[in-house]
Every structure is written in structure tokens, then in C-alpha cells.
């Protein structure tokens, strides 16, 4: 008996027409660029489910989608008796599939189990992990991220030198060394030009801080409490771990829709947008408090530029991307600095 089928050969998504035909013990296929024999007791014959072609598993990896109709129902019967899985039984998983109700849970149970993963599981992956990569690679991350801003959306900072090293001196005497030590992250501070007031850190420690938000402090202690803020990021690897979340959600979306390719560029727009989460934000809050309040200085100071952040946006409804685009809730997060000065 041999019938025409489509076959896969497990190694790539081409199909091809085939003649499946049984010779005693064995099952052969023959076609244009296929000659293949398999001992019929190594094959698979799935389960049927409805009217869908059934699907011959061969040891190899590939397999063949057998049609229910014309030759295909009599190679079917034939195989269905010499593999125990005849076309006309129903086997426990083909009842489950054709109950509605079981398919409805199994959808909502697999969404839930999805959700979970999303939720709890991909945040925990992402911590787990992103302590864990090795500095240089964290290093050529955010330098190729930099660069690639430096090219598409940020200029050079117009400061004068002296007005960038005088902060750079402030923030040093406030948050130690660049070098960072006893438990301290290593840092760079550069300075640009960007669309809005803002400042972002890399997951390399490399903190970037624009004109026009230094122009808005009221002083340059507000501003060492910005990058104090971003530090707590780097500190507690807040970067790394969103840039893992969400590589990871691209890279699912990416084989979904068959292009993974695109992915990378989108990485350096990415460091910019990002939005941490609530308790992300808290932490970086709670470093930056700790971190002011050794150096004597009052939390306050970071609720004080959130404030004029938070009044310039106002001003501006139609700035994105700003330090407060991922921070909602200001005033609870001014009143918990308040509650953290000494």
C-alpha cells in the first residue's frame, strides 16, 4: 500500500512530496531528493485528532503528515495495526482534545503558567543571572549602547571642561572614588546633550548626565543626588537585569515573528526608555539616602530636583523619556526621603 504525503525532514521548515509505501518490516519513502528506509517498529504513529492529517514520528527527526482520506485512510489503517494506534481508536489525549471544556482550562491554565513566568519567574532568572556576567561583557555592553546613543540621539555636552570637572570633583567628594571600593560600584561620569532633563547609568557604571538637567538643579548637590540615584541602579545591578527581561521577552517575540536580527539595534533605545519597576526605584532611593546621609548631606536633596523634574515636565507635556517617566508616584517618593533625613 503506499500513499502521497508531505514530509519534514527535522532539520528545516521545507516540505516535501513524498511516496510512503510499507515493505514487510519496513516503511520506505521515495521522492525527488528522498530515499529513505526506517524499521516500521522505530516509528510513531500520534494519536488522531479530528480530521487532522496524522503525523508519523520517523527516528531520525523527521516526520510525515499522513492525510485521512483517499490512499492515505487505507496506509493508515495498515500502520494504525502494526503500531497499536488505529485511525478509528480514541485514545485518552484525543478524548481530553475534542471536550471543549478541557481545552478552555488548559488555555487559561497555560496563560496563568505564562503570566507567573513573566512575573515572578523572569525577575528572579534576571537576578540570578545578571550578578553573574562578567564585567568585561557588561563593559562592551554599555560601551556599544553609548556609542550607538552618541550616533543617533545624544550630542556633546556644552558645558565648559571647568564646569564638567567641578562636578565631577563634587561628585567624588560626596560618593567616593571613581575606582569605587568597600563595597561601592566603580563609575564615569560623562556629560551630554539629550531631547530632555535627564541622567541614566549603564550597567557598566557608566553615568550620563545631560545639560539641561544640570541647568535645572538649584545646586550641584542636587545633582550628585541624581547620580547617587542612578549608582543605586548599578548597585543593585537594576540594569542589567531589566536589559536581561526584556532581551528575553524580544528574543521570544523574535522567534515568533522569525526575526531575531532586529533585536540588537533596539538595545540602545532601550537603556534610554527604560521603566523600572516600583521597588527598583525604592532601592535606588534608599542607596542614593544612604549614600548622601554619610557624606552629610540630606536626602532631601533628591526629592527637591525630583520636584523641579516633576514642575518642568508640567511645564513641558510633551517631553518623554524624562527621569520621571518611569517614576509615577513623586510625591510618595519625596515624602520617603523626607522620612530618611536625619
Known sequence: MTASIDFYDGRSARRQGVVLRLDGDRLCLDGEAVSRSYPIDACRLDEPLGGAPRVLTLPDGGHCEIPRTSGGADL????GARLGTRDGASGAVARLQRRWTVALASLVVTVAALAAAYQWGLPWAAGIVAPRIPAALTQHISDAALSTLDRTLLKPSALPEERQQALRSR?????????????RPAYALHFRQGPMPNAFALPSGDV???DSLVKLAGSDDEVVA???????????????????QSSVVAYAVGLYLGDVSSLASGMAALVLEFRYSRD????????A???LRQAGLSPELLGQILLRLEQNQSTHSDERGTLLASHPDIQARVAALQALSP
Not at 76 to 79: C, H, K, R, T
Not at 226 to 244: F, K, T
Not at 280 to 287: G, L, V
Open 171 to 183: 561628585m567624588a567628594a560626596v560618593l567616593g572614588p571613581p575606582q569605587g571600593g568597600a563595597g
Open 280 to 287: 527598583f526605584e525604592s532601592e535606588a532611593d534608599r542607596y
Open 289 to 291: 539616602a544612604d549614600r
Open 76 to 79: 493508515l489503517a495498515q500502520l
Open 226 to 244: 541624581v547620580m547617587a540615584h542612578e549608582l543605586g541602579h548599578v548597585a543593585y545591578r537594576h540594569g542589567l537585569r531589566q536589559l536581561l
Open 208 to 210: 550620563v548626565v545631560f
